[in-house]
């Protein structure tokens, strides 16, 4: 069994849990909600400063 520091070590009886696959879920969810939410938030707010330099600008 290698374990150097690029090789991952897996317990085969891990493997065979179902549970495994909803807690990957659930962290994949945890990760990349957050992300989508903080992107549209970014996405929006510069919208809205989009929309006041134009509001400047044509005043």
Request: glycine share 6%.
């Amino acid at each position: 069994m290698d374990l150097g520091p690029f090789s991952r070590y897996e317990d085969p009886q891990l493997l065979d849990l179902p549970e495994r696959g909803t807690v990957r879920l659930l962290v994949h969810a945890l990760v990349t909600v957050p992300a989508h939410t903080t992107l549209l938030a970014l996405t929006a707010e510069s919208a809205r400063g989009l929309l006041e330099m134009v509001r400047v600008s044509v005043r």
